[in-house]
Nanobody, 117 residues
Framework: QVQLVESGGGLVQPGGSLRLSCVAS????????MGWYRQPPGKQRESVAV???????HYADSIKGRFTISRDNTKNTVYLQMDKLALEDTALYYC???????????WGQGTQVTVSS
């Protein structure tokens, strides 16, 4: 079982920046691909960015060039740097850990990001 705790959400004006963090409680962090997902109000959850244990990254088209995912394997932490935030980025952001060998998957509780003027 892996517990994920997100932090860093908040209220920001359009064009602003936020950095989300997610700490994983596991002794084998590198066994997991880590991802950020979001669920806008009234919509389904969608993938934002994923990073493999080896550092391969994949981004949703809607955030390319604005968001950057990274991970620090020494701290069991994955980050999402969000720049040039837009109104449509408002959502509940979730952290996910996906086992690259066994396929087990875990979710955090989510952190709210609200972009508003």
């Amino acid at each position: 079982q892996v517990q994920l705790v997100e932090s860093g959400g908040g209220l920001v004006q359009p064009g602003g920046s936020l950095r989300l963090s997610c700490v994983a409680s596991t002794n084998d962090f590198t066994a997991y691909a880590m991802g950020w997902y979001r669920q806008p109000p009234g919509k389904q959850r969608e993938s934002v960015a994923v990073i493999s244990s080896g550092g391969f990254m994949h981004y949703a088209d809607s955030i390319k060039g604005r968001f950057t995912i990274s991970r620090d394997n020494t701290k069991n932490t994955v980050y999402l740097q969000m720049d040039k935030l837009a109104l449509e980025d408002t959502a509940l952001y979730y952290c996910n850990a996906h086992g690259q060998v066994h396929g087990d998957s875990y979710w955090g509780q989510g952190t709210q990001v609200t972009v508003s003027s």
